[in-house]
């Protein structure tokens, strides 16, 4: 069922005047309500919509700057994360932050699912899809991914929360002592073809 969905979509974006914008990103927006009604977002203070891993140690925030995606560096401290490394930025506290590239859209949404559709347009290279999880997903500086399943159904997980671990390990962590995270290795296409790769993932079901 999963291939034919995929052959489905690929025939779509074969089709004349249709882009992959107007079948992976838009479905990828539709896809994401879907998961909002679920898992439904909260207004920042600053300005925009923040959607909470339930632990509270991981967030999606997007506003009129762009998406990005919070996490909480104390599981890593704990693990082992040196207080010093570069991973953190400026004023981000005890939060490790990972961004897309920057917009200044002047007047945000006051609907969070309209905010991230006025976001998906000009940031549509940040937003793909994984045939192998049937989720759409977003990519952000240094490997961080946010992911979102494409439909309700089944015992997948219905957000993902993924962290490259080459700079943690560089930093000191013990990838196996990280509570809340899983050190998995995990399949993904990557230049049409599937590829290993080890992650920092937190499933939400």
Known sequence: MKRLRWLILALLLALPGCSALDV?????????????????????????????????TAWLEWDGHGFRMAVDAEPFLSASLDAETSLFQAGTARRLVY?????????????????????????????????????????????????WAKDSGGNA?????????????KAGVQPDAVEGWT???????????????????????
């Open 24 to 56: 992976v990103g838009n479905d990828a927006v539709r896809a994401f309500g879907d998961r909002l009604a679920s898992f439904p977002a909260e207004a920042l203070e600053t300005g925009g919509w923040s959607l909470a891993s339930p632990d509270r």
């Open 157 to 169: 997980p219905k957000l993902v929360f993924m962290l490259d671990p080459e700079p943690f390990l």
């Open 99 to 147: 961004g897309t590239p920057a917009l200044a859209i002047p007047a945000p949404a006051e609907d969070p699912l309209e905010q991230f559709r006025i976001l998906a347009k000009p940031l549509r290279d940040s937003i793909g899809y994984h045939m192998e999880t049937d989720r759409y997903h977003i990519v952000f500086e240094n490997g961080a991914m946010f992911e």
């Open 183 to 205: 050190y998995a290795q995990i399949t993904l296409h990557m230049g049409g073809r599937p590829k290993q790769l080890w992650k920092f993932v937190k499933p939400v079901d």
